[in-house]
């Protein structure tokens, strides 16, 4: 199964918002599974682990900021960081669950804070 | 505090065996589900194998099916994975993640991770 597609990089100021998109197919993101879907977002600093930052598609950890929202539609979600800051510079990488039981990630996006 | 330690990378000839373990701790290890993630050199993350928190729920990607195998010991609150017949592109970080409740498909906890290079 191939990975899920999301844009190399984006960049933003300081201040603005960004959305990265994450492209699947109906049999992972486009899936809901036993009702629900199963899409998270992860950031990614350098030398770092992965944190997690959504789940379920909107669903935001305890300790998250409210400045970083998902969403969905069809075969697309999508991570919207608002109001961005200088410490949002990492990259991204959304994941689904997939009607095969397995998780498939996407390749990544490095976000740049100009 | 939850804490996962990776441990058992190296070098390993293309065909040899491997077992890296990750070693957790701060929560109740038996109520969740495990999984190791890997990242290959300049390429993205890869969720390689899950496991239920009972030991009895096994899902993997099929490159790794008959090479690979996760098991835990809920006893020591230890997560492994046992690579076989490894092949250069097996190369990688290889990550343990805790799922975030029970046994959904949503990793907050990540170990450091540990190097595993098949090379000749």
């Known amino acids: 199964q191939s990975a899920l597609t999301q844009p190399a990089s984006v960049s933003g100021s300081p201040g603005q918002s960004i959305t990265i998109s994450c492209t699947g197919t109906?049999?992972?993101?486009?899936?809901?599974?036993?009702?629900?879907?199963?899409v998270s977002w992860y950031q990614r600093h350098p030398g770092k682990a992965p944190k997690l930052m959504i789940y379920?598609?909107?669903h935001r950890p305890s300790g998250v900021s409210n400045r970083f929202s998902g969403s969905k539609s069809g075969n697309t979600a999508s991570l919207t960081i608002s109001g961005l800051q200088a410490e949002d510079e990492a990259d991204y990488y959304c994941?689904?669950?997939?009607?095969?039981?397995?998780?498939?990630f996407g390749g990544g996006t490095k976000l740049t804070v100009l | 505090e939850v804490q996962l330690l990776e441990s058992g990378g190296g070098l390993v000839q293309p065909g040899g065996s491997l077992r890296v373990s990750c070693a957790a701790s701060?929560?109740?290890?038996?109520?969740?589900?495990m999984n190791w993630v890997r990242q290959a050199p300049g390429k993205g993350l890869e969720w390689v194998l899950g496991?239920?928190?009972?030991?009895?729920?096994?899902t993997q990607l099929d490159s790794v099916k008959g090479r690979f195998t996760i098991s835990r010991d809920n006893s020591k609150n230890m997560l492994y994975l046992q690579m076989n017949s490894l092949r250069v592109e097996d190369t990688a970080v290889y990550y343990c993640?805790?799922?975030?409740?029970?046994?959904?498909?949503?990793?907050?906890?990540w170990g450091q991770g540990t190097l595993v290079t098949v090379s000749s």
């Open positions: 994941s689904s669950f997939t009607n095969s039981a397995t998780v498939i």
């Open positions: 496991i239920g928190g009972s030991g009895g729920s096994i």
């Open positions: 109906s049999g992972d993101i486009g899936s809901d599974i036993g009702g629900r879907n199963y």
């Open positions: 993640a805790k799922d975030l409740s029970g046994d959904s498909p949503h990793f907050d906890s």
């Open positions: 379920e598609v909107t």
């Open positions: 701060g929560f109740s290890f038996s109520e969740y589900g």
